[in-house]
């Protein structure tokens, strides 16, 4: 199996021509029936070597922090932090292996994260700067991790370091500010969008990294949306009126828009777990308790799947509906 950064390394050592790669994909994508740039790539696994890597990087990391952990936490901590980026510099650096990059990308920004928040535990300081100033810390970590390895995630991870570090110093700096909390989120939401939009601009075709690290992106910037706008709706606090599912369930087919019309799901699967939620308690109210869930789930699940089905057929029926200068900036139809 071949993947696309395989196939653009072939492409920038010479093995093959931009041209021939570009009618390769071209061939793929017509004998999958679906255009490859719906099909939303971004890789995790190549095979179960990845997995079998990523299960012995785990024991080896824990084992590590647990050994250090008998001097100290944070020695411990340490330890993983530098096993983290040595194992990197083989499985990720020379290796490629796309499950173990993720992984120990993840170990390695939690690991200075988690130093960061130990080590200023006893410093005196309120609780929003003892974590503010790690994420400060873990989000210069993610750029150095970037600069040296280029995994797609880690532009993700150091912007979820910055939004948490910039609001933190926010909340110590401005007490008031706390109790704006949802529309910080939301702002923050639409920034990481912005910087995700941005990304995916670069890559319309998607067959570059620059495709991944978008993705990642719009990973996190999703529930930075749609958690604030749906709690708006006081979903979860307890009985939900016609009324609020209505409301609901007209904001998910927002979203549905917005995500087909940026060729991006991420968004609706976020929003999911609400939708469920409010039409399952508003059918409880109703009496029907047993079977509400299953009823929800079936009737949701369907129409995702129809909607999955004929993906390209809505971004046809949608697209056109845009600005020129608008959809030029999208995904192209196929």
């Given at each position: ?59 080896l990391l824990s084992s590590l922090m647990w050994i250090g952990h008998s001097q100290s936490l944070q020695v411990g901590i ?18 490629r292996m796309a499950l173990p990059s993720i992984v120990l990308l993840l170990t390695f920004v939690g690991g200075v994260l ?57 909340f110590a700096l401005i007490p008031a500010t706390r109790d704006w909390l949802a529309v910080m989120i939301f702002v923050a ?146």
């Amino acid at each position: 199996m071949y993947s696309e950064e395989d196939l653009n390394s072939a492409v920038d050592a010479g093995v093959i021509d931009e041209s021939s790669a570009t009618a390769f994909r071209n061939y793929v994508a017509d004998q999958r029936v679906t255009p490859d740039v719906d099909e939303e790539h971004f890789r995790l696994i190549s095979g179960f070597n990845d997995i079998f890597v990523v299960i012995a990087i785990l024991l080896l990391l824990s084992s590590l922090m647990w050994i250090g952990h008998s001097q100290s936490l944070q020695v411990g901590i340490t330890l993983q932090v530098i096993a983290s980026w040595g194992l990197a510099e083989f499985f990720t650096r020379k290796r490629r292996m796309a499950l173990p990059s993720i992984v120990l990308l993840l170990t390695f920004v939690g690991g200075v994260l988690g130093f960061g928040i130990t080590a200023l535990a006893d410093s005196g300081m309120s609780t929003e700067l003892n974590i503010g100033i790690p994420s400060g810390l873990t989000a210069f970590a993610a750029w150095l991790h970037w600069q040296r390895f280029r995994v797609p995630i880690t532009i993700a991870a150091g912007t979820a370091a910055v939004v948490s570090g910039c609001m933190m110093a926010l909340f110590a700096l401005i007490p008031a500010t706390r109790d704006w909390l949802a529309v910080m989120i939301f702002v923050a939401g639409l920034l990481v969008f912005a910087i995700a939009m941005r990304w995916d601009i670069s890559d319309i075709v998607r067959q570059t990294r620059r495709s991944d690290v978008a993705f990642w992106l719009h990973l996190i910037a999703a529930p930075l949306l749609v958690h604030p706008v749906f709690s708006a709706l006081k979903v979860f606090d307890g009985d939900v009126s016609i009324l609020q599912a209505s409301a609901v369930g007209l904001l998910y087919v927002a979203v549905a828009i917005i995500s087909i019309s940026i060729d991006r799901r991420a968004m609706m699967v976020s929003a999911l777990v609400y939708v469920l939620y409010a039409f399952n308690a508003l059918l409880e109210q109703y009496g029907v308790v047993s079977l509400g869930f299953a009823l929800i789930a079936f009737s949701i699940g369907s129409g995702l799947l129809l909607l999955s089905a004929f993906w390209q057929t809505c971004r046809k029926a949608l697209l056109p509906l845009y600005p020129v200068n608008i959809t030029r900036l999208l995904p192209a139809l196929r």
